[in-house]
């Protein structure tokens, strides 16, 4: 014993804290931590470790260890630390201990934790393992119908709540989560019959621009197939195509209440590389009107004013056959559709404009073949 | 369930009340089978006529025998018992001689309804849906179904469980539990079960009246809703968020119209966007009820402001052009009236226009004092049911 004591007379205490690091040495004495680190390392901090396995002591029985991983998780959870709770109730149901309570209770708080994070399925999932062991586990099924709630199952939300209040048909909660949920599936199941409405809408009335523009007779471009059959179902498929096809001013074929279609329009001016767009023609109004109104004003592009209605003239392109047809102005859109050698593309008739007699036109003539309508 | 028939039967011969003592040993338990078939057959027969349940009604051991005849165990034949007592039942005058034979007997005939593997529950749930009708025998199975309690679970509770759950007994669907119920909420305490507003109770009645299967289980359904929309105390807890009864009253009487989208708007979710296909309840008796039990809901200042905002006037609209039946017409007219007569601002322009006559419009709120005393006398009794009688004045 005075050999212990004369020892610290002659050397100097070498367990001390060093002056000028001592804070952080202090964090390291378990008594003073004021955060418990995520990995306990034994050669950092054995005395830690120790504690750790007085805590989780092997010898102890699996139901004692899964009560201590229990507690710790209902800590860390009231610290709102879910991800450090679920860690803690994962590793209190691997001891996989006899009593189906606690372990109902593992699984049911480690749903909450689940659900705090996000985890709806997962959650569900535990809720689920908590009632196997225990059907009548009311705080699994409060937390199983508030997973259904935010995964919109409706539905199952309103039978999970039925079921919690066949335990105790007065719980608030229940009642509250299932008039949520019966309204929010109301709603969805109104939702589900006007977006059949809207498509049952859409679907004839595509079969009827597709009857009128049969009754014209106007053809749809690669629509000619070799044998009949296929070329009605053809182009019915190629009609539906060309009606989703978005051009890039949303205009598509429409039919009127007179029943008189209108188209959207392309005029091609070659000459300059321009073009313009006529979101709705009106199959019985003729070209010249539409010219009148575009022309009115020179184009920005028309350096040499030269575009004016009446020096105008209208073509379409046969382009399997590379020939013109040319289309006297005064001629309505239908008369052009209704040519047997016109085939519309995309749903979106193009012409081709330009001024009669220019040089630029001429020398474009002249290595195809033009007809007259 | 209407009279139970059966085929071929043979005739009693001379003297029938010493015949029908004669069965009694036959239906004793422990007697072969084949021969308590046959008696039970000879019952059954004499269940279908007038003069056979009269002089059934004189046996009360035969009697008491059949009632545990229907409520024993295969092989014993208690199939044809059970039908046999639905036809008693059926008979109001058979159910004092009936609950006097047998005291038990809504607590035997509730154990076997709420029994899920028991095969003849229907025929036990029609048997106490008829008996439930009179007073009497309705008071004897309310005392039956509080002493049905189960810890936790109320008889009534376990009513409601067998009605709502599908499947709850395999064989058999139990429609006749809607009308049991129906005869039952003309009863405060059943009501105020149903009605509690700390339970869930009344919204989960409400998905069946479109309960495709049954019009026994709706009609039960919808007339067990009116009964309740008598409780004008719960009619603010009964139109609002936490029950919201009024479109499951209306979707039922509502068609394929396709309104537009400004009307769409105003009708509640479920009433929004239905199908082409979409039909309208197809018992007159049940829409008649369904429009009984809005017009109720309309007593108050405040539920008639509700029942407005909620687009109630379009569906009645329509429902008023399609309706063909005269009497169901007219309740629906009278709904309307109620509706549409309060409103201020319609009408009034034009009203101010003609020139009203002082005696007439003396006349006018004559019939208007007379009208809202009728309504007022109306809301204090229970309108009668059509499966039974009427229910207690509150």
Not at chain 1, 121 to 132: G, H
Not at chain 1, 180 to 206: F, M, P, Y
Request: glycine share 6%.
């Amino acid at each position: 014993m005075d050999a212990f004591l004369e020892k610290f007379r002659s050397q100097p205490y070498r367990g001390g804290f060093q002056e000028n690091q001592w804070e952080e040495e202090f964090e390291k004495v378990p008594l003073f931590m004021k955060k418990a680190p995520s990995e306990i390392d034994p050669k950092e901090s054995p005395d830690l470790a120790c504690l750790q396995s007085i805590i989780f002591d092997e010898e102890r029985s699996p139901e004692e260890q899964a009560k201590t991983y229990k507690d710790e998780g209902n800590d860390y959870f009231k610290e709102k630390d879910y991800k450090k709770a679920v860690i803690s109730y994962t590793e209190g149901l691997k001891k996989k201990c006899a009593d189906p309570d606690l372990n109902a209770i593992l699984y049911t708080n480690r749903a909450a934790a689940q659900y705090y994070l996000g985890n709806f399925r997962s959650a569900l999932n535990d809720v689920t393992a908590a009632r196997k062991l225990k059907p009548c586990h009311l705080k699994a099924i409060v937390r199983g119908a508030l997973c259904h709630l935010e995964l919109k199952h409706f539905a199952e939300a309103v039978n999970w709540c039925d079921e919690g209040l066949q335990v105790d048909a007065k719980e608030k909660k229940l009642l509250e989560v299932r008039a949520k949920a019966d309204k929010l599936k109301r709603t969805e199941q109104r939702d589900l019959r006007k977006a059949k409405l809207k498509e049952k809408k859409e679907q004839s009335q595509n079969e009827a621009l597709l009857q009128a523009v049969k009754a014209r007779n106007i053809r749809l471009s690669e629509a000619a197939c070799e044998d009949e059959d296929s070329a009605s179902g053809g182009l019915a498929e190629l009609f539906l195509d060309g009606l989703s096809s978005e051009n890039p001013y949303g205009a598509r074929l429409s039919l009127d209440d007179q029943g008189r279609l209108s188209w959207p329009v392309l005029f091609l001016y070659p000459e300059h590389a321009q073009s313009d767009f006529i979101s709705a023609f009106h199959e019985d109004s003729r070209f010249i009107d539409h010219l009148m109104v575009m022309f009115g004003e020179t184009p920005s592009w028309d350096l040499e004013q030269k575009y004016c209605p009446n020096d105008l003239e209208v073509y379409f392109e046969d382009e399997d056959r590379a020939e013109l047809y040319r289309v006297p102005p005064r001629s309505t859109l239908l008369r052009a559709l209704q040519h047997p050698r016109y085939f519309v593309k995309s749903l979106t008739p193009a012409f081709l404009v330009c001024v009669r007699s220019s040089l630029f036109w001429k020398n474009y003539l002249q290595e195809r073949k033009v007809h007259q309508i | 369930m209407g009279e139970v028939g059966v085929g071929g039967s043979g005739s009693l011969g001379p003297g029938p009340e010493v015949a029908a003592a004669k069965l009694l040993p036959f239906l004793a338990p422990g007697t072969r089978v084949d021969l308590q078939t046959a008696a039970v057959r000879h019952v059954l027969a004499l269940t279908g006529s007038g003069p056979g349940r009269e002089l059934l009604a004189g046996q009360a051991a035969l009697l008491r025998a059949l009632a545990e005849l229907a409520a024993a165990p295969a092989p014993a034949p208690a199939r044809d018992a059970a039908r046999a007592l639905v036809n008693l039942a059926a008979d109001p005058s058979l159910h004092e001689p009936l609950l006097a034979a047998d005291p038990g007997l809504p607590a035997r005939l509730l154990g076997r309804v709420l029994d899920p593997q028991w095969p003849w529950a229907e025929e036990a749930a029609a048997s106490l849906s008829n008996l439930s009708r009179e007073p009497a025998p309705c008071a004897a199975l309310m005392a039956a179904l509080a002493a049905a309690e189960e810890p936790g679970v109320s008889g009534l509770e376990r009513l409601v469980r067998a009605l709502c759950t599908p499947g709850y007994n395999p064989r058999a669907p139990l429609h006749y539990l809607g009308p049991l119920l129906s005869n039952l909420s003309q009863r405060p305490a059943a009501r105020a079960f149903l009605l509690d507003p700390d339970r869930c109770v009344v919204q989960r009645l409400l998905p069946l009246t479109q309960h495709p299967d049954s019009s026994v289980r709706r009609g039960g359904v919808v007339g067990t809703l009116r009964n309740c929309c008598f409780e004008h105390r719960h009619h603010q807890w009964l139109l609002g968020p936490e029950v919201d009864i009024l479109p499951f009253l209306l979707l039922p009487l509502a068609g394929p119209e396709d309104f537009s989208e400004e009307e769409m708007e105003r009708l509640p979710v479920d009433l929004q966007y239905l199908p082409p296909d979409k039909q309208r309840e197809p018992n007159a008796d049940i829409r008649k009820m369904l429009i009984e039990a809005i017009m109720l809901l309309t007593a108050t200042a405040p539920g008639r402001q509700q029942v407005r905002d909620k687009g109630a006037y379009l569906i009645l609209r329509e429902l008023h052009n399609w309706e063909p039946e005269p009497d169901v017409r007219a309740a629906c007219e009278k709904l309307i009236q109620v509706l549409i007569g309060d409103e201020p601002e319609r009408g009034m322009e034009n009203l101010l226009e003609v020139q009203v006559p002082e005696d007439v419009e003396q006349q006018l709120q004559q019939l208007d004092r007379q009208e809202q005393e009728q309504l007022e006398q109306e809301c204090q009794e229970l309108a009668p049911e059509p499966w039974g009688e009427r229910a207690a004045p509150t």
